[in-house]
């Protein structure tokens, strides 16, 4: 199944939504639980997102630098 350039720029979106959040959640002192899950999960999401063969111009540094 081929993806359209309208879901590669969703996806990228949704991509960068996460990175936001992450980085949202690294500047806190400290983390509930449900704040560390949900980091744990978006650094997740990213990680299976950069593994995707579909990207093309898109900028994945930020990606990359949200995961570390």
């Not at 350039?5 to 400290?30: H, M, P, T």
């Amino acid at each position: 199944m081929e993806i359209t350039k309208e879901e590669i720029a969703q996806n990228y979106k949704a991509c960068l939504d996460s990175v936001n959040l992450i980085n949202v959640l690294k500047k806190k002192k400290e983390l509930t639980e449900d704040e560390a899950d949900t980091l744990s999960r978006n650094k997740a999401h990213l990680n299976i997102m950069l593994n995707k063969d579909y990207w093309t111009d898109e900028d994945l540094q930020p990606l990359k630098d949200a995961t570390l």
